[in-house]
């Protein structure tokens, strides 16, 4: 029996323990780190950089040489054909039955200079006829070399070692701009829950205290010292406030479920966050964020790129306006041998040239009027990325101005916030002794609330603003230095 009971204190005790660990206490930053280490958003942004990161990877072997071989081990031919036969002046089918085996390496390095390839080939191959005499035929080309070129003017390798490595280093800022996204976001779900748990408490105050004073009133009107009409704005005040609990306990579930979900814990995980009580005081230079978003924003690197492309865009259309010329040469050894031990014993010299020309001589003027387009869509995302730059700095202009009076509304609000508080604690004490009537302390309940709710929207608004600054700017302006990231860690993971 003893055994039975210790078994039951101790499953008791699991139980309470495992209970006790659903339950986090959360401060802003915690909240942040768990967001970037294990909230989809954080997957997101990791595996788009990823992408860009494997897409530039490609760009730069597409530079080196690459090799590659090529074979056709096995090639099985049977059938019939028409030939002419020359001693009975006459048509007839021949059947023909033969094997053949070809394998071949290449390797091919792209010119960046010109825009066209170098390349190396070795083959050989192998025929055996299975009818008639039965003979097998041995080719090979131990070497050959190439190179081919087309001198239309546009050099695509060209603009790509133009265009990738910034859309790279791009990618690598949008990487950190997303990160920050992520830290405006968790403060606007961690504030959420924080509004939802302090509503709730003030609903649970104002529930007792409403309660409270109901039972007083019910005590003194039964005295005469309050009024039937009082007594039923007591009544009215507890049902309203039982009302405005069950709504506030909801919204509190939901807010909760929200923040859950966006960090990646349990639904049973309960949070209870933090107030920050600290701000850091900082006075930031609207001319040095401009500054450092001009050094470190993607979108002033997305700028540069959208000029290149559509100067790249114009290239193409002037390349394919007039003459198009391809060339192609090779020089190799060659030699057809019955024997595979004669194959490579004094190959012959094997030698290609050829010149392509494509001439429009009518195209009803398509190829200028390509050209044309091309050089106004410039000359429109020109004046349109002009403005957009405009804009760009108006709005870090904009947003540092609006940050550098979120401390001092932060500040009013927290002293609005005691004084109201204070407020309500003397009324609620007036009442009690019947110095003031119910209006009264009403109307000072609502001012405790509004102005509790009006500091937890200024902390928000600071914290927002200032991770939004961080976005726009990706400068820590606390550190005094660009923000930055372990690019290598995310290859690891």
């Known amino acids: 029996m003893k ?7 101790f499953i008791l005790g699991l139980s309470e323990f495992a209970a006790a660990q659903e339950e986090l206490v959360l401060t802003l930053p915690e909240v942040i780190d768990i967001a970037s280490e294990q909230s989809i958003d954080a997957f997101r942004n990791k595996n788009m950089y990823l992408a860009s990161y494997w897409e530039h990877r490609f760009y730069k072997a597409e530079r080196l040489p690459s090799i590659s071989l090529s ?6 031919n049977r059938y019939s054909n028409s030939e002419y036969n020359f001693e009975t002046n006459e048509d007839e089918f021949r059947l023909r039955e033969y094997f053949n085996s070809e394998v071949s390496v290449s390797a091919v390095q792209n010119v960046s200079l010109t825009g066209g390839q170098v390349f190396l080939r070795s083959e050989l191959g192998m025929i055996k006829n299975l009818g008639g005499d039965k003979n097998t035929s041995f080719n090979a080309t131990p070497i050959s070399i190439g190179f081919s070129q087309e001198l239309n003017g546009y050099n695509r390798l060209k603009w790509q070692a133009k265009i990738e490595p910034l859309k790279f280093e791009k990618a690598k800022k949008e990487f950190i701009q997303d990160m920050e996204d992520l830290r405006v976001t ?19 105050m104002n529930y007792a205290n409403a309660d409270t004073l109901y039972r007083i009133g019910k005590g003194r009107f039964q005295v005469g010292t309050v009024t039937q009409d009082e007594l039923l704005e007591l009544e009215l005040r507890l049902l309203n406030s039982e009302q405005a609990l069950s709504v506030a306990q909801l919204g509190e579930k939901r807010a909760q479920a929200r923040l859950n979900s966006f960090l990646g814990l349990p639904k049973e995980t309960m949070i209870k966050c933090v107030v920050p009580s600290e701000i850091p005081e900082l006075k930031i230079d609207p001319d040095e964020a401009i500054d450092e978003a001009i050094k470190n924003n993607p979108e002033i690197l997305n700028h540069q790129q959208q000029k290149l492309q559509q100067d790249e865009n114009v290239a193409i259309a ?13 020089y190799g050894l060659n030699k057809s041998a019955e024997n595979f031990d004669d194959v490579y014993t004094e190959p012959d010299k094997s030698q290609v040239f050829s010149l392509g020309l494509n001439i429009p001589i009518v195209d009803w003027g398509r190829g200028k009027g390509r050209y044309s387009m091309a050089k106004s869509n410039r000359e429109v995302a020109l004046a349109t990325i002009k403005q957009e730059r405009i804009d760009f700095e108006q709005d870090i202009y904009q947003s540092v101005l609006e940050f550098n009076l979120q401390a001092g509304q932060v500040n009013t609000a927290a002293k609005a916030d005691t004084v109201a508080q204070m407020g309500y604690n003397v009324t609620f004490q007036r009442f009690l002794i019947g110095k003031i009537d119910v209006t009264r302390l009403n109307i000072a309940s609502n001012d405790q609330e509004t102005a509790r709710m009006a500091y937890l929207t200024r902390l928000r608004d600071y914290w927002s603003a200032y991770y939004r600054l961080r976005s726009l700017t990706l400068f820590d302006f606390e550190n005094r230095k660009p923000l930055e990231a372990d690019y290598d860690k995310l290859l690891e993971n």
Do not use: H, V
Not at 3 to 9: D, K, R, V
Not at 318 to 330: D, H, I, P, V
């Open 71 to 76: 074979s056709n081990p096995a090639d099985f």
């Open 3 to 9: 055994n039975i009971f210790l078994s039951f204190i």
């Open 186 to 204: 968790s403060t606007s779900r961690f504030f959420g829950l924080i509004n939802a748990q302090i509503q709730k408490n003030i609903a649970e």
């Open 318 to 330: 002037k390349s394919e306006r007039g003459l198009n010329t391809t060339l192609y040469a090779m």
